[in-house]
């Protein structure tokens, strides 16, 4: 369970900066997976940034299972949350292997080899995103799908309790897409994933946080938050609900007219 | 891929099962044995051969018999040439160590720093260090600086200005407590411009053709000065210690080579494992380029043949590329000593005219393979 309270974050300096974030509320359930969904510079991934520590806010704090993170040191957060972040490598000469064997690292010494229990760990993650196949072809040969698949596989090689995916659906056609998220979704481990994609976050995500303007304008379950009222006015588009065969889709339109949209009020969400 | 289906009939009966190798960890281990193991016979028959080059050319039985001599005390009775015994063992062997050392850890310092900030155009020049160690020697050369230590003169001079680049580089790239590796590339790269220009005002100062000629001696690298003193020995220490810090570091380097972002998600402050590096690279570079100049090259194109040779893992490319970049140095060396006897060229010239083809045609591969 990874809890966020009263986060903020501004990038620049201190003369000049631009806030990000402000008094932002974030709850990941255990065992559960969370989507946090916004408009492009609502700070999504900023806001996952701070849940793992790359960055660190100045007011408020972050917890893992009721520990702060910052407290934890590097190390040893690491072994509670793995992330896929958007970074990949992947000019990297490595092999799949070696790259998932990487994933290891907060379990050794800095001078500590890797042994037979943490080549079975990668030999797994590998098996469990089904691409045990791949482990001794080179990384930067593989496909969008394929790369995406062993970073999740390297992250969990970190057994870890938590994991963090930085838009894990990027640059991948729809298949891989569902493929990505599905495999998130079964592994049952709770779940933070920033999601471009509603209707990604429709299917997958127990939790949704709406990002808009740096803060939080509703969050709760999917089915609460993913609803016409609540994404019109954040993205400025059209959206309606269609069930079909039983399942609740959502349709994404432009707006009739094309009125610059003010920016979205961050006042009262629908908490 | 042959030694792998024959491992797996060996070790497991040919039923279905898992592959004997899923993460293909033993072919590359394989590999990395088979080169360390083939660098290993290179660097002996290096070495004797190294030392048996030369104006005088001594065969290689000699060789061998004056290195036992004073190795390993045998054979009791001395039946050579005593000029032989000289040349060898007071005048070239010192000349092959520091070679050896220079050129490893040039490698292993251009393996680090090109991981560091994941550009493979990274040398360990790229610093400012060898433009600190250009100043520092130039000031000895041309204005006698610190002559009152005598023969460790102009290496201790070398040495301060290196550290004092490399110090400014850093003071520079850390401002604002993060070291990033762009502000590190800018840092340098502007420290070394300045530098060479203050070298360049002290040969214009001091109005001495030949003292001019010294420094560009110099600044194109020799290793005329080997001798058994300190100033090896200190090489020789910092050069192994560096190898196997950075060696085992290879995972670290593994992971800050693939992103900031990702050594952080692993585990790794990536500034605080930058400094530490920052700090080892400085120190060698300094050293050695102090003892032998700026011979450049090495440190550039060695990583790529050690990554060609064993893929990109570090804690096999560092020891790979230590023991490449040192055998190739000597090799550097001999061509710099006989080509022109008994003129002896700068060795910066030989590495950098064999250099720079060999880079072009790996860039062209690299071109070739990656998208």
């Excluded at chain 1, 609502?42 to 972050?62: I, Q």
């Excluded at chain 2, 230590?149 to 993060?178: D, E, N, T």
Aim: with cysteine; net charge neutral.
């Amino acid at each position: 369970m990874i809890t966020g309270r009263d986060l903020s974050y501004a990038y620049g300096t201190r003369r000049r900066s631009t806030p990000v974030l402000t008094g932002v509320d974030v709850d990941a359930r255990a065992g559960r997976v969370l989507g946090l969904i916004g408009p492009n510079g609502s700070g999504k991934t900023t806001l996952l940034r701070l849940l793992h520590a790359a960055l660190r806010s100045p007011t408020g704090r972050v917890e893992v299972d009721g520990e702060t993170v910052v407290d934890l040191g590097p190390r040893e957060a690491a072994r509670r949350l793995a992330v896929v972040v958007q970074e990949h490598g992947g000019e990297s000469t490595m092999t799949v292997g070696e790259m998932v064997l990487l994933g290891r690292t907060p379990h050794l010494g800095t001078f500590q080899r890797t042994g037979d229990a943490d080549h079975e760990a990668a030999t797994d993650a590998l098996r469990r995103v089904g691409a045990d196949h791949l482990g001794p072809r080179a990384f930067a040969g593989l496909s969008g799908g394929e790369r995406q698949r062993v970073l999740i596989a390297r992250a969990l090689a970190q057994e870890a309790t938590h994991l963090l995916l930085d838009e894990p659906t990027n640059h991948l056609d729809v298949r891989y897409q569902h493929e990505v998220m599905t495999l998130v979704r079964d592994l049952a481990t709770t779940s933070v994933v920033v999601l471009h994609d509603l209707a990604l976050a429709a299917r997958y995500c127990d939790d949704v946080v709406l990002l808009g303007g740096g803060r939080v304008v509703a969050s709760g379950e999917a089915a609460d938050v993913l609803t016409p009222e609540v994404l019109e006015p954040v993205y400025g588009i059209r959206v309606r609900q269609l069930v079909v065969d039983g399942e609740t889709h959502l349709l994404l339109r432009p707006q009739p007219t094309q009125p610059t949209q003010p920016t979205p009020t961050p006042a009262g969400g629908t908490r | 891929m042959r030694n792998n289906l024959l491992d797996a009939v060996a070790v497991a009966p040919p039923s279905a099962g898992p592959p004997a190798d899923p993460l293909g960890l033993r072919a590359r281990s394989r590999r990395t044995s088979a080169w360390l193991l083939g660098l290993g016979v290179a660097l002996a028959l290096t070495v004797v051969a190294g030392v048996g080059a030369g104006a005088v050319a001594v065969d290689p039985l000699t060789t061998l018999q004056v290195l036992g001599h004073h190795l390993l005390g045998t054979p009791g009775e001395v039946t050579w040439d005593p000029s032989a015994d000289a040349i060898i063992w007071q005048v070239r062997l010192p000349r092959v160590l520091l070679a050896l050392a220079v050129g490893a850890g040039l490698a292993v310092c251009g393996v680090a720093l090109q991981a560091m900030v994941r550009n493979v155009l990274a040398d360990p020049y790229l610093l400012g260090i060898n433009s600190g160690a250009s100043s520092g020697a130039a000031a000895a050369i041309l204005f006698g600086a610190l002559a009152g230590l005598g023969q460790y003169a102009l290496s201790i001079s070398a040495f301060l200005g290196a550290l004092a680049a490399s110090m400014l580089v850093f003071l520079v790239a850390r401002s604002g407590g993060r070291v990033t590796s762009v502000r590190m590339l800018l840092a340098g790269v502007a420290v070394g411009y300045a530098l060479s220009g203050l070298t360049s005002f002290l040969v214009f100062a001091s109005g001495s053709a030949e003292g001019a000629r010294s420094v560009l001696f110099w600044l194109l690298g020799s290793l005329g000065l080997a001798q058994w003193d300190g100033a090896l020995g200190a090489v020789v220490v910092v050069v192994l210690l560096s190898t196997a810090v950075l060696t085992l570091w290879g995972r670290g380097l593994d992971a800050l080579a693939v992103g900031d972002e990702t050594a952080h998600t692993l585990g790794i402050s990536p500034d605080r494992f930058r400094t530490l590096l920052l700090v080892v690279v400085s120190l060698c570079v300094a050293v050695v380029v102090a003892a032998a100049g700026s011979i450049g090259f090495v440190g550039l194109v060695v990583p790529h043949l050690a990554r060609r040779a064993v893929g990109s893992t570090h804690v096999r490319v560092v020891p790979v590329a230590a023991l490449m970049g040192a055998v190739l140095l000597v090799w550097a060396d001999v061509a710099a000593r006989t080509l022109l006897a008994p003129q002896e060229i700068p060795i910066g010239i030989i590495t950098s005219v064999v250099g720079a083809p060999f880079l072009l045609v790996l860039i062209r591969r690299l071109h070739a393979t990656s998208a």
